[in-house]
C-alpha cells in the first residue's frame, strides 16, 4: 500500500511562489509515474503536472505551462511542485497521486490513471 502526505500549502500574493512537496511511503514503494492534481471550490479535479518516476520525464496542464516545475527525489521518494508567478485562479487544494504499473500519458492525466491519493494541502493566491 502506497500513503502519500503533501506539505508546503499556503497563502501568498499574486505573482508570488510556493513549493508544495509529497512524500512517499510504502515497502516497496514502486511506481511508474506521480502526479499533481488540484480541486478549486465547486469545479472538478483537475491534472496540473505529472512525471515519470524512471527517467523524469514531465507533462503539464497548458494553465500551469512556464509557471510550474514538477520534479522528483527517487532517493527521498519525494515528488516536488515548484510554483511560481500564481494568479487567483490557482487556488485550490492540491493532492499528489501516485500511478501503479505502465500508463500511457493521456492516462496520467485523468484521476483514474492513479490508484494512490494524498488527502492535499490547500493553496490560496490573493489579488
Known amino acids: 500500500q502506497v500513503q502519500l502526505v503533501e506539505s508546503g500549502g499556503g497563502l501568498v500574493q499574486a505573482g508570488g511562489s510556493l513549493r508544495l512537496s509529497c512524500a512517499a511511503s510504502g515497502r516497496p514503494f514502486s511506481t511508474y509515474a506521480m502526479g499533481w492534481f488540484r480541486q478549486a471550490p465547486g469545479k472538478e479535479r483537475e491534472f496540473v503536472a505529472s512525471?515519470?518516476?524512471?527517467?523524469?520525464?514531465?507533462d503539464y496542464a497548458d494553465s500551469v505551462k512556464g509557471r510550474f516545475t514538477i520534479s522528483r527525489d527517487k532517493a527521498k521518494n519525494t515528488v516536488d511542485l515548484q510554483m511560481n508567478s500564481l494568479k487567483p485562479e490557482d487556488t485550490a487544494v492540491y493532492h499528489c497521486?501516485?500511478?501503479?504499473?505502465?500508463?500511457?500519458?493521456?492516462?496520467?492525466?485523468?484521476?483514474?490513471?492513479?490508484?494512490?491519493w494524498g488527502q492535499g494541502t490547500q493553496v490560496t493566491v490573493s489579488s
Open positions: 497521486a501516485a500511478s501503479r504499473g505502465w500508463s500511457p500519458i493521456a492516462s496520467l492525466r485523468v484521476r483514474s490513471g492513479y490508484p494512490y
Open positions: 512525471i515519470r518516476w524512471s527517467d523524469g520525464g514531465t
